[in-house]
């Protein structure tokens, strides 16, 4: 399973979930894993974690087949409702920060945000 229920969040001591990812994708032909912290801020949910893998790519100039380490760090914020319809007023958003509407959905699709990175 890696739908993560914000309920599930919620319930947790300080409201910090803590998530193991290990599996095959498809998208990237390796195993991925992570290693997840997913945190409730009132009306936001934030992500942070790192991801390893071993991907199989092929060099553009040569056209070879190589091995790469995939070792990076993640952290990702989901507003839990619409935010165009709850946040009328403004909010800053640091350099690089990005923010992915739930559009009032109840869970956090690990795979789809890992495959998406």
């Known amino acids: 399973m890696n739908k993560i229920l914000i309920e599930d969040i919620e319930k947790e001591p300080n409201k910090i979930l803590f998530y193991e990812f290990n599996e095959f994708m498809e998208e990237f032909g390796a195993d991925i894993s992570a290693d997840l912290e ?10 942070k974690g790192s991801v390893q893998g071993k991907l199989k790519l092929i060099c553009d100039r040569c056209l070879n087949e190589f091995d790469y ?14 935010l165009q319809d ?4 403004e909010f800053e958003l640091q350099r690089g920060q990005f923010i ?3 559009n ?3 869970e956090i699709d690990i795979y789809d945000l890992l495959k998406d990175m």
């Open 104 to 106: 009032g959905e109840k």
């Open 69 to 82: 380490d995939l070792d990076i760090e993640i952290e990702e914020t989901f507003a839990k409702h619409a």
């Open 38 to 47: 997913l945190k409730s801020l009132g009306e936001f949910v934030e992500v």
């Open 100 to 102: 992915t509407d739930l």
């Open 86 to 89: 709850e946040y009328s007023q």
